[in-house]
């Protein structure tokens, strides 16, 4: 699986968009980004994925760049109960195929400031 | 629907002991996924189990096996543990095989598990 780089921490104000930058030049064509949060002493919570169009859901929105080496989720009202550590995750996904591990970095660290 | 259950929460144990956490998946989901989080670091893939047996298995030692059930449920073993075992353990459930988009792991709360 591709590596992903992704800035250490970021401060966001309550009920402003979060931005979380990810970067994946490495990323090849049967790739997938997926975004994970994991709360203190939680287990990873799944948000969103994409191949190469944008995507939103009920709490996310990812926006992945035409050349797909890199990506954004957005939070488009980040509260506190954001506050977390967001893993981008790049992973070879095969249709019909089995699944495998992920590959976590450390990921960023969201603080949300009230 | 359930989520994803593990048990116990945490657990002490001392160096040398065995341990055997316990995970149940997702309903409708039949793939588990075990990682180790140690403090400070994202988690790291152990193994996964699909159809009772191990499909896929990351840099751990021997010291930690599993099983699958019938049932889709699954343990995690660890024997002989070491200091640097205590971690927090967390179970994944999947749905597989299929389209990479049922492939999306869901994860449990983990079982703190520390060793002295």
């Known amino acids: 699986d591709a590596k992903t780089t992704q800035p250490t921490s970021m401060d966001c104000a309550e009920g402003r968009a979060a931005n979380l930058p990810c970067n994946h030049s490495t990323i090849s064509g049967n790739e997938y980004v997926y975004w994970y949060r994991q709360i203190h002493s939680q287990g990873p919570q799944y948000i969103i994925h994409?191949?190469?169009n944008n995507e939103t859901n009920e709490m996310a929105s990812l926006i992945i760049t035409e050349d797909r080496k890199s990506s954004t989720l957005i939070l488009p009202h980040a509260t506190l109960r954001d506050t977390a550590v967001y893993y981008c995750i790049v992973r070879v996904a095969i249709a019909g195929g089995g699944a495998d591990g992920l590959t976590f970095g450390k990921g960023t660290h969201l603080i949300i400031q009230p | 629907d359930a989520g994803v259950t593990q048990s116990p929460t945490h657990l002490i144990k001392t160096r040398g002991q065995q341990v055997t956490l316990r995970c149940s998946p997702k309903?409708?989901?039949?793939?588990v996924s075990w990682y180790q989080q140690a403090l400070g670091q994202g988690p790291q893939f152990i193994f996964q189990?699909?159809?009772?047996?191990?499909?896929q298995r990351g840099n751990f030692p021997d010291r930690f096996s599993g099983h699958q059930f019938p049932n889709y449920s699954s343990e995690l073993n660890v024997n002989a543990l070491l200091l640097g075992d205590s971690a927090l353990y967390l179970c994944?459930?999947?749905?597989?095989?299929?389209?990479?988009?049922?492939?999306?792991?869901?994860f449990g709360p983990g079982t703190r598990l520390l060793v002295l």
């Open positions: 994944a459930s999947s749905r597989s095989p299929g389209l990479a988009d049922q492939e999306t792991q869901y």
């Open positions: 309903s409708g989901h039949d793939t």
């Open positions: 994409g191949l190469k």
């Open positions: 189990y699909y159809e009772e047996e191990e499909r």
